[in-house]
Nanobody
Framework: QVQLVESGGRLVQAGGTLTLSCAVS????????MGWFRQAPGKEREFIAN????????AYADSVKGRFTISRDVAKNTVNLQMSSLIPEDTGVYYC?????????????????WGQGTQVTVSS
């Protein structure tokens, strides 16, 4: 089992920056892919970014490329999402997720473990 706990969500003005963190526990993460998804009100949960724990390679949704950066801290066992140039369309609940052996999959159904989510609201 993998436990994921997100933190860092809050209200922020458009153009601002915010960093989300996901604390990971329960398993050795060497073969795991860690991801961030978000869900806006009335919309499907969508892929934002992911990273392979061992290789540190990453993938991003087109909507956040150049604005968001995903990283992992091996010492702290956390996965972070640095967000900049935020726009109101970035508003939603952000979920940390994990699974192993899925390369850099962007498909929600490929991920088994999910956190409870953290709310990000970007005001215009």
């Amino acid at each position: 089992q993998v436990q994921l706990v997100e933190s860092g969500g809050r209200l922020v003005q458009a153009g601002g920056t915010l960093t989300l963190s996901c604390a990971v526990s329960g398993r050795t993460l060497r073969s795991y892919t860690m991801g961030w998804f978000r869900q806006a009100p009335g919309k499907e949960r969508e892929f934002i970014a992911n990273i392979r724990w061992s290789l540190s390679d990453t993938a991003y949704a087109d909507s956040v490329k150049g604005r968001f950066t995903i990283s992992r801290d091996v010492a702290k066992n956390t996965v972070n999402l640095q967000m900049s140039s935020l726009i109101p369309e970035d508003t939603g609940v952000y979920y940390c997720t994990a699974d192993w052996g899925i390369a850099l999959s962007t498909r929600r159904e490929d991920y088994t473990y999910w956190g409870q989510g953290t709310q990000v609201t970007v005001s215009s």
